[in-house]
């Protein structure tokens, strides 16, 4: 998997790494909504083994969006409201072009 630009600067900007985003993507619950899929961490994704890892619980509350494609990272924030994020990515009007797929995504 790889991300776009537009992936790579919010990431930055939130402190992801590139394994904390594998890590959200491997054992996030999936979502598909608005063409894309999306990947949350929620407590109980965290494998019981790493629960004390101060890292890894950092990531609870984060959100990557995927493309349909499966092979690029479009986005990665934290919500507080994950049905404000779907609702959102809904209405988005500001779409993220997959370099993958040729497509134009709606998300946030
Ligand atoms: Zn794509």
Redesign the pocket.
């Known amino acids: 998997m790889f991300l776009t630009d537009h992936a790579w600067k919010r990431a930055s900007q939130r402190n992801f790494t590139e394994e904390d985003m594998q890590f959200i993507v491997q054992n996030g619950e999936r979502i598909r909504r608005a063409g894309a899929i999306f990947f949350r961490m929620r407590h109980k994704d965290v494998p019981a083994h790493q629960r004390r890892d101060e890292n890894i619980c950092n990531l609870v509350g984060a959100t990557v969006v995927v493309?349909?494609?499966a092979?690029?990272i479009l986005t990665v924030y934290y919500a507080s409201d994950f049905r404000k994020v779907l609702r959102k990515a809904k209405y988005s009007q500001r779409p993220i072009y997959?370099p993958?797929?040729q497509?134009e995504q709606y998300v946030i």
Do not use: F, G, N
Request: charged fraction near 10%; include cysteine; hydrophobic fraction near 10%.
């Open positions: 493309c349909k494609c092979q690029v997959c993958c797929c497509q």
